[in-house]
T-cell receptor, first 113, second 116 residues
Framework: AQSVTQLGSHVSVSEGALVLLRCNYS??????LFWYVQYPNQGLQLLLK??????LVKGINGFEAEFKKSETSFHLTKPSAHMSDAAEYFC???????????FGKGTRLSVIA | DSGVTQTPKHLITATGQRVTLRCSPR?????VYWYQQSLDQGLQFLIQ???????AKGNILERFSAQQFPDLHSELNLSSLELGDSALYFC???????????????FGPGTRLTVL
């Protein structure tokens, strides 16, 4: 069975600083990987996803993530944090496009002015 | 706006009661998923329907049931409610590509259930 570990339940960065949210997965077969963002009192919005091909994936709002099979990681980064990036971020994995997502516990990102 | 709608937005009820949560998927999406989000369990998959048929089951209690109707909307029924059922319930939909691939699941805004 697949699983996802997000290191750090809460990450705090200064505005303009690098954002790095960590995600490691466990899967017996090549997975599909996703990052979702949840703003307060809202649903989940897809930031980006990895399927096959290029391992560096670019998403919305300046975020990107790199799939590293050897490290079983899919860390999310953004070069310069903005106040509007403050939210909860979830990494998720699935083995195919039509199966349920397995989510990590989430990382709450705070951005300090 | 993801195109997935859920009603009601908030629901407050008492222990032992029964409630129904409704989800309308994005136009053209055949798969509907239900997830529960709680502070202690995080985001957990409950059940998936595809074109009216149950496709996958997760950590769904026997007191919970769901169905997907011919117009593809779905309902999640929660009965004999307990305090621990208080959570945010999300519905997600996807188009379900025929030969695998990585469908994106689009999430609705959720229904916040409070059991008193």
């Amino acid at each position: 069975a697949q699983s996802v570990t997000q290191l750090g339940s809460h990450v705090s960065v200064s505005e303009g600083a690098l954002v790095l949210l960590r995600c490691n997965y466990s899967s017996s077969v090549p997975p599909y990987l996703f990052w979702y963002v949840q703003y307060p009192n809202q649903g989940l919005q897809l930031l980006l996803k990895y399927t096959t091909g290029a391992t560096l994936v670019k998403g919305i709002n300046g975020f990107e993530a790199e799939f590293k099979k050897s490290e079983t990681s899919f860390h999310l980064t953004k070069p310069s944090a903005h106040m509007s990036d403050a939210a909860e971020y979830f990494c998720a994995v699935t083995l195919s496009g039509n199966t349920p997502l397995v989510f990590g516990k989430g990382t709450r990102l705070s951005v300090i002015a | 706006d993801s195109g997935v709608t859920q009603t009601p937005k908030h629901l407050i009820t008492a222990t032992g009661q029964r409630v129904t949560l409704r989800c309308s998927p994005r136009s053209g999406d055949l798969s509907v998923y239900w997830y529960q989000q709680s502070l202690d369990q995080g985001l957990q998959f409950l059940i998936q329907y595809y074109n009216g048929e149950e496709r996958a089951k997760g950590n769904i209690l026997e007191r919970f049931s769901a169905q997907q109707f011919p117009d593809l909307h779905s309902e999640l029924n929660l009965s004999s409610l307990e305090l621990g059922d208080s959570a945010l319930y999300f519905c997600a939909s996807s188009v379900d590509l025929p030969f695998g691939g990585a469908d994106t699941q689009y999430f609705g805004p959720g229904t916040r259930l409070t059991v008193l």
